[in-house]
Nanobody, 124 residues
Framework: QVQLVESGGGLVQAGESLRLACAASGWSFGLFGMGWFRQVPGKERQFLASISALSSNKYYADLVKDRFTFSRVNAQNTVNLQMNSLNPEDTAAYYC?????????????????WGQGTQVTVFS
């Protein structure tokens, strides 16, 4: 059974950093592309970043590309999202996701499996 578990969320002050992690199990992790999204109540889930199976391709949404870094360690079945210079607008639930097929991974429909999310709250 495929499982994704996010961790690392919390309450931080504006300007600080957080590092989110997503631990995967139940499949050949190194074969799948991965993504990070976030969502606030009442709004659609928002794409943040994606990474290919061997980390050769990374793609970031414009709103985070200068502040967030997406990485993966296949030997540990883990992906990480380093988030710097956080601001209150970054407050959301953050989700990692796994994609079993190739193609563009900027939309929720590209992903087959999702974690339960971890909450990030940034106060000014």
């Amino acid at each position: 059974q495929v499982q994704l578990v996010e961790s690392g969320g919390g309450l931080v002050q504006a300007g600080e950093s957080l590092r989110l992690a997503c631990a995967a199990s139940g499949w050949s992790f190194g074969l799948f592309g991965m993504g990070w999204f976030r969502q606030v109540p009442g709004k659609e889930r928002q794409f943040l970043a994606s990474i290919s199976a061997l980390s050769s391709n990374k793609y970031y949404a414009d709103l985070v590309k200068d502040r967030f870094t997406f990485s993966r360690v296949n030997a540990q079945n883990t992906v990480n999202l380093q988030m710097n210079s956080l601001n209150p607008e970054d407050t959301a639930a953050y989700y990692c996701a796994a994609a079993t097929t190739a193609g563009s991974r900027t939309h929720v429909s590209a992903y087959d499996y999702w974690g339960q999310g971890t909450q990030v709250t940034v106060f000014s």
